[in-house]
C-alpha cells in the first residue's frame, strides 16, 4: 500500500467532521464531542498535531501550556488501521518538540489504559497530583465590579 503520511502543525488543516468521525472510532471517552465543542478545544490548544495519510485524517493530539512551567497533552488519538506502526509515539514525541512545549518543566497527560505506552515515551506515574473538579451548572456568579474614583488636581 502506498501511504502518504504527513504531520501537520496547523490547526487550520482539522476537518472536524473527520476529527469527530476518528473520536468516534478510537475513543471511548469522546463519543459524545460534537463538532463545535472540537473546534473550541482545537483553537484553545497550542500546539496542534495533525496525522494525516493523503487526505485522511488518522491521528491527532494537542495540547494547553503556559510555554514555561506546566502543559498538559491532550486527546492523543491513532487510527485503529494504523496502530501498531509508531505512529502514536510519533504523534507525541511531535507534539513535545513543538517551540511551545520545549522549555515547559513538567508536562502531564491523563490516560485510562495506556500507562504502558507512555512510559516508553519516558512518562512517569504520579499520583500524588491527581486531581478533578468536574464542572456542575451554577447560577452566574456575582462579582462585585469596584468603583474607580478619580480626582483630578488643578
Known amino acids: 500500500m502506498n501511504r502518504q503520511i504527513q504531520f501537520s502543525d496547523r ?3 482539522i476537518d472536524y467532521s473527520q476529527l469527530q468521525h476518528l473520536f468516534r472510532i478510537t475513543a471511548f471517552w469522546a463519543q459524545s464531542r ?3 465543542d472540537l473546534q473550541i478545544a482545537v483553537a484553545n490548544s497550542e500546539p496542534v498535531i495533525s496525522l494525516w495519510d493523503a487526505q485522511t485524517l488518522i491521528g491527532f493530539a494537542r495540547a494547553t501550556s503556559d510555554g514555561i512551567y506546566r502543559a ?4 492523543v488519538i491513532i487510527h485503529p ?3 501498531g506502526q509508531g ?3 510519533k504523534l507525541v514525541e511531535t507534539v513535545l518538540s513543538h517551540p511551545k512545549m520545549q522549555r515547559v518543566e513538567r508536562i502531564y497527560l491523563t490516560t485510562t489504559h495506556q500507562q504502558t505506552f507512555y512510559e516508553k515515551i519516558g512518562f512517569q506515574s504520579n499520583p500524588t497530583t491527581t486531581m478533578v473538579l468536574y464542572h456542575q451548572p451554577l447560577s452566574a456568579p456575582t462579582f462585585a465590579t469596584p468603583v474607580l474614583q478619580a480626582q483630578i488636581c488643578e
Not at 72 to 75: A, E
Request: proline share 0%; glycine share 6%.
Open 11 to 13: 490547526s487550520t488543516d
Open 34 to 36: 460534537s463538532i463545535e
Open 72 to 75: 498538559t497533552i491532550w486527546d
Open 81 to 83: 488501521d494504523y496502530q
Open 87 to 89: 505512529l502514536g509515539s
